[in-house]
């Protein structure tokens, strides 16, 4: 089975102040876009993890999704081959992503054992992104990242994603949020992201090139390091990708905004 694994944007990101739980209740408005992952699953005698990616821990949200899975279902013995292309510690959520893609597959291998809410139980424990990407499209996400309301597909833009070559990690990013008191901030149509507060310099950077070469607007993408610039068209997106390469930005993505069908393809 072959599993596409989409990374996702924030259009809105509030995050509220930490609770005893140690966790940060969310509002957030997250859109899959057209930056994938893929994950290849084949039964096998054992299991095996392999992917492209070097740095790709021993424990991971793959293995982690695996192994929760099969408190309850009878999962079979996998290979799973992992093809890495949305970047790590870019608030994009790839490794999420790839947990959801596991429980997706079991969900089509095993329909009598893995219950949609099974699956969700799961992808709750992996991570606070994970339920998102059972869903896909374009989701409203409270709770700690475990309710997931479906919204209607939006008209699909281009954007520009851009990671500099600055990580973030979602850990050190949300305890320098805690260091200020912030108000928490209700829903609304604009774009906006409270990691912005803390974002290292050259994410900033990165907006203002994204705006300076057409971008209608910019925003972090989660906790960061990428930035996503919305474009009128997927040329326009392109000349802004050729112009931000010549001045030295990491990597950058040209990727469409995905309908609920197309974020959730498996083959």
Sequence with gaps: MLVRCPAKVNTFLSVGAREESGYHPLRSVMQAVGLYDDLSLTVAEEDEVVCDWPDLPRENTVTKALRLLRELARVPQLRIELTKRIPAQSGLGGGSSDAAGVIRAARAML????????????????????????????????????RVEPMPDAPAEWLLIVRP???????????????????????????????????????????????????????????????????????SATMAKDKLSSEGFGQSYVARTLTREESLWTS
Excluded at 118 to 131: I, N
Excluded at 171 to 179: F, M
Excluded at 197 to 212: D, F, I, N, Y
Excluded at 223 to 235: I, L, N, P, R, Y
């Design 165 to 235: 070559a600055v990580a973030v990690s979602t850990v050190e990013a949300y305890a320098r949020l805690d260091e200020s008191p912030r108000e928490w901030r209700e829903f609304s149509d604009e774009q906006y992201n409270d990691f912005e507060r803390v974002a290292p310099c050259a994410c900033g950077e990165v907006s203002e090139r994204l705006l300076a070469h057409g971008a209608s607007g910019a925003l972090l993408c989660g906790s960061g390091s990428a930035v996503f610039g919305t474009f009128s068209s997927e040329q």
């Design 111 to 146: 329909p009598d054992e893995v219950s949609a809410q099974f699956a969700h139980e799961v992808a709750s424990a992996v991570g606070s992104d994970v339920p998102f990407f059972l869903v896909g499209g374009r989701a409203r996400v409270t709770g700690y990242g475990e």
